[in-house]
T-cell receptor
Framework: DGGITQSPKYLFRKEGQNVTLSCEQN?????MYWYRQDPGQGLRLIYY???????QKGDIAEGYSVSREKKESFPLTVTSAQKNPTAFYLC????????????FGPGTRLTVT | AQSVTQPDIHITVSEGASLELRCNYS??????LFWYVQSPGQGLQLLLK??????LVQGIKGFEAEFKRSQSSFNLRKPSVHWSDAAEYFC????????????FGTGTRLKVLA
């Protein structure tokens, strides 16, 4: 079955540690996205990538980094510079950057204490 | 600036009752509009979308939405709610000038009473 997988489902880290969230898709989509979801704030775009080896900052990129070395993979690193990293993180993809429909993964809940 | 407003944070309806979730947008050009549903701890699933044409759009799970340009609205409706519809619902608009980006509303959490 085609889809987007995110692992792990739950992630716990100590403050000051970097942590990397995985996102893999087998939909052969060109574009991939990372969103952060906080209660009452909807989804906010962190980073997006339109093609391999290229990515752009979204609205809240500070304290995050990404890579896009393969079409299928778009990992997100939450660095120690991110002041409030505890959140629900959603990865999404679309067939082309100009495709309006995005497909979402199941999400990773990150808790930093 | 483009924005999406969902005025109702929480809505409670009885099973079998009708449902309307409100969505208002602010966008200068013709909007491309979406409704997504999210079950607790899960990703988002597309319910329906509007690009152009008929202003009444049918989606999955018996949902429909009506685009009203004069009111800048794209309200989601369902004639008879089922207990399994309890979830959070997000309205979104896609910006088409330059980079294609989603702008999401803050969501409406639906509770269904048996």
């Amino acid at each position: 079955d085609g889809g987007i997988t995110q692992s792990p489902k739950y992630l716990f880290r100590k403050e000051g540690q970097n942590v990397t969230l995985s996102c893999e898709q087998n939909l052969n989509h060109d574009a991939m996205y990372w969103y952060r979801q906080d209660p009452g704030q909807g989804l906010r775009l962190i980073y997006y990538s339109q093609i391999v080896n290229d990515f752009q900052k979204g609205d809240i990129a500070e304290g995050y980094s990404v890579s896009r070395e393969k079409k299928e993979s778009f990992p997100l690193t939450v660095t120690s510079a991110q002041k409030n990293p505890t959140a629900f993180y959603l990865c999404a993809s679309s067939l082309k950057p100009s495709s309006y429909e995005q497909y979402f993964g199941p999400g990773t809940r990150l808790t930093v204490t | 600036a483009q924005s999406v407003t969902q005025p109702d944070i929480h809505i409670t309806v009885s099973e079998g009752a009708s449902l309307e979730l409100r969505c208002n947008y602010s966008y200068g050009a013709t909007p491309y509009l979406f409704w997504y549903v999210q079950s607790p701890g899960q990703g988002l699933q597309l319910l329906l979308k509007y690009f152009s044409g008929d202003t009444l759009v049918q989606g999955i799970k018996g949902f429909e939405a009506e685009f009203k340009r004069s009111q800048s609205s794209f309200n989601l409706r369902k004639p008879s709610v089922h207990w399994s519809d309890a979830a959070e619902y997000f309205c979104a608009v896609v910006t088409t000038s330059g980079t294609y980006k989603y702008i999401f509303g803050t969501g409406t959490r639906l509770k269904v009473l048996a």
